[in-house]
């Protein structure tokens, strides 16, 4: 649970003007790799912890994820303006569940893997806040109890990019297409995993949704979790969307979702896990760069 001592979380990096995907790029190398504590011991716990997770809860799981590893910038010096990013990505494995273990010190692991720490991958989550309907409402989920991490939790709608859907097993498995080309392809598939994403969670077809753009990354200051945002428009109604998403593909993840003003976003804000919360404070920016610019 979040802690009121403590802020909920850090911008780790704004883009008010929202970056469309030629102005976001990756570098995707093993260097930026999950690395394992050095303590042989504490590194066998995580799989002893998970083990002991999935006896509890048999509809956890694991597989490949990418894994965030730093970003740079060019293009200005001004946050108000257009700048493009590159994004540092590597790999790890991801197993779905919530444990805070302080012993675990962010600055000698980075962000490792999900299990039994919650420092989980940049792209375990891509959340959209959000998605925003032609009536100007903004789509919020309510977290089923079956899921990992914050059940019952108000969230934004979320999926996340798969190196299976590049073809990527490991570093070593390109075949005959060069760094750049799967650099391009990694890149590519953070935005199509969007779309996939919010179409199996909330039951829009693909022709509502315009293009998504990129407007930053926050991490939650519990468990130094990092999430990548993106903002999506829908071209439907509210009505509209509450209707499909009974019949959502993976609308076992959440119990309910809501529409409503941005207004009333932030009175529940607080209740949203602290990367969440970043990803609303994020949403506001871009909201004011744009009054800015008309």
């Known amino acids: 649970m979040e802690t009121t001592d403590l802020p909920a979380f850090n911008l780790l990096l704004s883009c008010p003007s929202a970056l469309s995907p030629s102005q976001v790029s990756v570098v995707f190398d093993q260097a930026y790799d999950r690395i394992p504590h050095p303590d042989i011991t504490l590194e066998n716990t995580i799989s002893e912890i998970w083990d002991g997770r999935v ?4 509809s956890l799981y694991n597989g490949l994820k990418f894994r965030y590893g730093g970003h740079t910038l060019s293009g200005g010096t001004d946050p108000s303006q257009k700048t493009d990013v590159c994004l540092h990505l590597g790999l790890t494995d991801y197993r779905f569940f919530s444990l805070s273990l302080s012993f675990f010190p962010p600055p000698l692991i980075c962000y490792k893997t999900f299990v039994g720490t919650n420092l989980n991958p940049l792209w ?20 089923s109890t079956n899921v990992g991490e914050f059940p019952g939790h108000f969230v934004f709608p979320g999926g996340h990019a798969e190196p299976q859907e590049v073809d990527i097993t490991s570093h070593n498995t390109y ?4 760094n750049q080309m799967v650099n391009r392809k990694v890149s590519e598939e953070m935005f199509d ?20 753009v990129f407007i930053g990354i926050s991490q939650r200051v519990l468990n130094v979790r990092p999430t990548a945002f993106f903002f ?18 993976d609308g076992y993840e959440s119990i309910q979702l809501y529409t409503m003003p941005v207004n009333n976003l932030g009175v529940i804000a607080s209740k949203m896990p602290g990367c969440h919360q970043g990803g609303f ?8 760069a744009a009054k800015e610019n008309k």
């Open 55 to 58: 006896q509890q809860n048999p």
């Open 232 to 249: 999506i428009k829908c071209s439907l109604q509210s009505k509209e969307i509450q209707e499909l998403y009974h019949s959502a593909q």
């Open 124 to 143: 375990e989550r891509f959340l959209f806040p959000s998605e925003e309907t032609s009536d100007k409402e903004i789509v919020v989920l309510q977290r």
């Open 281 to 288: 404070a994020l949403y506001k920016l871009m909201l004011d």
């Open 175 to 178: 075949g005959e297409i060069t």
């Open 193 to 212: 995993s969007i779309i996939r994403e919010v179409v199996e969670e909330i039951g829009v077809p693909a022709t509502s949704l315009e293009k998504p």
